[in-house]
């Protein structure tokens, strides 16, 4: 679920405090994109929304999350946004997150 060799890294090249900030900062920003799709989800922007929270997962080794938003990115860009189940997302970003915070 998580990519522990990414955090590891990420640690590493960023320092152990500024980690926590960068940290802060990705779980306020993505959780604004989840409150915005939970809420009010507009399917003309789930393309861009779940590329968001693909990249920003990523980069904080939330490898689970990143490869249920990207299907839902390639689905909603072919087309098929009616298709992507949310849901599923929310939860596995809970999880993640859940996992996360155990560090």
Partial sequence: MIDWDRVRELKE???EEDFAEVALMFIAEVE????RLRLDPDPSQFEADLHFLKSS????????LAARCQH???LAASGAADEVALPPIFACYEASKGMFKVV
């Fill in 13 to 15: 090249e960023i320092g």
């Fill in 57 to 64: 997962a990523l980069n904080l080794g939330f490898a689970d």
């Fill in 32 to 35: 604004e994109v989840i409150d």
């Fill in 72 to 74: 839902g990115e390639r």
